[in-house]
């Protein structure tokens, strides 16, 4: 069983949804990671938390440490936000854990 | 430059030969850190350094050598490359070592073993 289990792995969404990924965890932590890698393969670092919640426009992250477990939300979800979303742990050290990604398609 | 970049873009690499993946960032970050990407695996730590001079192993170090000669570069060495290093690798840095850092990521080299 992987350490950082992601769901769902693909989602396809109509422009104005409300999207949800789930991101779920086994070990212990010191942070977890949300990234976006674009469909052209870069990846940027969208939030960084240990604790509660970050909201960066129409991005909210949460994370609930007793139940190892955190979610990324999209409010009005645009095409643009079509994208690989990534979850990540942050272990000891340098020691990260990634999840296998969550495929976004919004529709127009 | 501006960030974090990678070169080559891509490479077509028989087995056996060596091959280095160059990373090269000017945010004067301290930290420094090789990824592979594999489908369906997600991306894996291979090398770290936390500053020029130090470095230290990750989750799939096997078969592969890194040196931090200086605060800029991070360079990946394959000594001798075999199919199952096939992947897209991913460089990175941020302003410190630890997990509690943000990452940058460059734009990634993809590798052919064949």
């Known amino acids: 069983k992987n350490e950082v289990e992601q769901s769902p792995q693909n989602l396809t969404a109509q422009e104005g949804e409300f999207i949800t990924i789930n991101c779920s965890y086994s070990v212990g932590i010191s942070a977890l990671h949300w990234l976006q890698q674009h469909p052209g393969g870069g990846i940027v670092s969208l939030f960084m938390?240990?604790?509660g919640k970050k909201k960066h426009g129409r991005l909210i992250a949460t994370i609930n440490i007793q139940e190892k477990h955190s979610s990324l939300h999209i409010t009005a979800s645009h095409p643009r936000d079509s994208a690989v979303y990534i979850c990540?742990?942050?272990?000891?050290?340098?020691?990260?854990?990634f999840g296998a990604g969550t495929r976004l398609t919004v529709k127009p | 430059i501006a960030g974090i970049t990678q070169a080559p873009t891509s490479q077509i690499l028989a087995a056996g030969r060596r091959m280095t993946l160059r990373c090269t960032q000017d945010m004067r970050h301290n930290a420094m850190y090789w990824y592979r990407q594999d489908l369906g695996l997600g991306l894996r730590l291979i090398h770290y350094?936390?500053?020029?001079?130090?470095?230290g192993k990750g989750e799939v170090p096997d078969g592969y050598s890194v040196s931090r000669a200086n605060t800029d570069d991070f360079p990946l060495t394959l000594a001798s490359a075999v199919p199952s290093q096939t992947s897209v690798y991913f460089c990175?840095?941020?302003?410190?070592?630890?997990?509690?850092?943000?990452?940058?990521f460059g734009p990634g080299t993809r590798l052919t073993v064949l």
């Open positions: 938390l240990s604790s």
């Open positions: 990540a742990v942050g272990r000891d050290n340098n020691d990260m854990r």
């Open positions: 350094s936390n500053t020029a001079g130090t470095t």
């Open positions: 990175a840095s941020s302003k410190t070592g630890g997990s509690y850092n943000e990452q940058f």
